[in-house]
């Protein structure tokens, strides 16, 4: 028998916000949001940024490799843990972006140096309870023949610990500049620039009096990304989502067999495609009863495997768009169906030199296709209610915080996403279900993000991450009008972005709430 650690969340989000002090939590329990507010009252208006919670788990492997889950690691007077995290930012010197075509080979700022385009803020460790580490931060330089033309110092974020001796990532200023004084003309390369986003790995070293130092076995590793600005809706297919969908194509082919439930495989994905219409574009909203999946007749039918629900869900298969369905990168869904989810195309993650349209992942797709032959359990009660991390079995507890973590993020399509790009739908990422590859470099998740990042979050106010990015908003007077109004270029976003309000939900609606007044911004109703 030997005891072995690991670090749970597998993979964590934290968020920018420009919240020098105040932060809020990530969700660590599938489905249970944090609450708002989302701005620092104390710090006039500040956005929060978005902190990720890391923990330990022991389990106990046997002779023959089966292992059981033991307990949660916290600290004591025989217990000691050392945490380490170590963020990157490469985008100013990676790749242009896509990778197709004439770019497939061009590097940004090619002209400079590479190795002071890398900001690196290098391996940091905190360890203790309720202890304030230093700041996570690199710095980039744009040299060239020898001479530095400007440099910055960044900051990613900064590490914590709580009063368990757990480790918190909270997600920096996101702060965006070009030190050589460049302009910005392109939504993903824009050379002499830097962004606060980043990535990197985790990792843990627990002690236990008597016993030899123990690294926590496969490392985490934790992204800091852009704001999501619809936290209480979720894109279609999710980062969750892709590394289950790679996670049964490379580790675990036999949960394919699988039968799906109702209730926890089919209900969410249409609930999602609902819930998108709060945050779609105004024409996109609302296709009458017949679309919505959560009028009670129709999700009653919806949930029947008999006969008597057999065309309502062949009618929702119809319309879904068939996974690996190629077209052109940056292309509308059709009219007809095949085409939800109703999103534009982005690059194909087994070939990124083409594009496809965006589909569910091939897990989800054949989730429903056994939904819409009959072959599901039907376990349909009432809309499930979330369970509060601290309320689920410890069993549960260690899948819950990956999930809840990467749930929050977008799985399609990657064009060139919001907090990751195509990688994450890659086997060649993974070296364990949702466990990133600790041969991959720090950085390596976020490189061929657009740069800066508010570039593209301007450029892609359409059908393109709406639960992240939204693109049409109800305002607190009943209006709707767009999410970004006011921003009318790329330099207005770098700007403006701590601004921007945040879709809540009030009542049965989903409402904008918290906004910033914003430099030429329009009241008007939209028509």
Not at 73 to 86: A, P
Not at 289 to 306: V, Y
Not at 368 to 380: L, N, V, Y
Not at 451 to 467: H, R, V
């Amino acid at each position: 028998m030997k005891a072995i650690y690991r670090i749970y969340p597998a993979i964590g989000v934290a968020r920018i916000g420009n919240s020098e002090t105040a932060y809020f939590l990530g969700p660590e329990s599938p489905g249970v949001t944090p609450s708002g507010p989302y701005r620092d009252d104390s710090s006039p208006g500040k956005i929060k940024p978005q902190a990720v919670r890391f923990r330990i788990y022991k389990f106990i492997r046997d002779d023959f490799g089966k292992e059981a889950l033991d307990s949660e690691i916290v600290l004591d007077e025989k217990t000691r843990i050392r945490w380490s995290v170590h963020l990157v930012n490469r985008k100013a010197a990676g790749g242009n972006f896509p990778p197709g075509g004439p770019s497939s080979t061009s590097l940004r700022n090619a002209e400079y140096s590479r190795a002071g385009l890398i900001a690196d803020a290098g391996i940091q460790s905190i360890s203790g309870k309720n202890q304030a580490g230093g700041l996570l931060a690199g710095e980039i330089n744009f040299i060239k023949g020898g001479d530095v033309e400007g440099s910055a110092k960044i900051v990613f974020g900064r590490l914590l610990t709580d009063e368990e001796g757990r480790l918190i990532v909270v997600g920096g200023p996101g702060k965006s500049g070009s030190p050589i004084g460049r302009g910005l003309d392109n939504f993903a390369n824009n050379d002499g620039w830097y962004d606060g986003v980043s990535d990197g790995p985790v990792s843990a070293v627990v002690e236990v009096e008597g016993e030899q130092p123990i690294n926590a076995e496969g490392g985490a590793w934790v992204v800091v990304a852009p704001p999501s600005y619809a936290p209480e809706i979720e894109s279609v297919t999710t980062w969750y989502d892709q590394a289950l969908n790679v996670a049964v194509r490379n580790f675990s082919p036999r949960l394919i067999k699988s039968v799906p439930s109702f209730t926890r495989d089919i209900y969410p994905i249409l609930k999602r495609v609902v819930l998108i219409h709060w945050v779609a574009e105004q024409r996109n909203r609302h296709h009458g009863d017949a679309g919505n999946f959560l009028n009670p007749e129709r999700l009653s039918k919806l949930a029947d495997k008999t006969e008597n629900g057999k065309s309502a869900r062949e009618t929702v298969l119809r319309w879904l768009m068939k996974p690996n369905t190629r077209v052109d990168p940056n292309s509308p869904p059709p009219r007809v169906p095949p085409s939800m989810p109703k999103v534009n195309s982005g690059l194909d993650p087994d070939n990124p030199e083409r594009g496809e349209y965006t589909a569910l992942t091939e897990y989800q797709y054949a989730m429903m296709e056994k939904w819409s032959q009959g072959e599901f359990h039907a376990d349909w009660v009432t809309e499930p209610v979330p369970v509060p991390f601290d309320e689920l079995p410890l069993e549960q507890k260690p899948d819950a915080l990956t999930r809840a973590s990467l749930e929050g993020c977008i799985g399609a399509p990657f064009f060139p996403g919001i907090e990751v790009t195509y990688v994450i739908a890659q086997a060649v990422t993974y070296e364990a279900p949702f466990r990133i590859k600790r041969t991959l470099s720090p950085g390596f998740l976020t490189e061929r993000m657009a740069l800066p990042w508010q570039a593209d979050f301007l450029a892609c106010g359409e059908l393109w991450w709406p639960a992240q990015r939204p693109v049409d908003v109800v305002t607190a007077s009943g209006q709707i009008q767009p999410f970004s109004r006011g921003i009318e270029d790329y330099s207005d976003m770098v700007r403006w972005w701590s601004e921007l309000g945040f879709i809540v939900k009030k009542g049965g609606k989903f409402v904008e709430d918290e906004r910033n007044p914003i430099e030429g911004q329009s009241d008007v109703a939209v028509m």
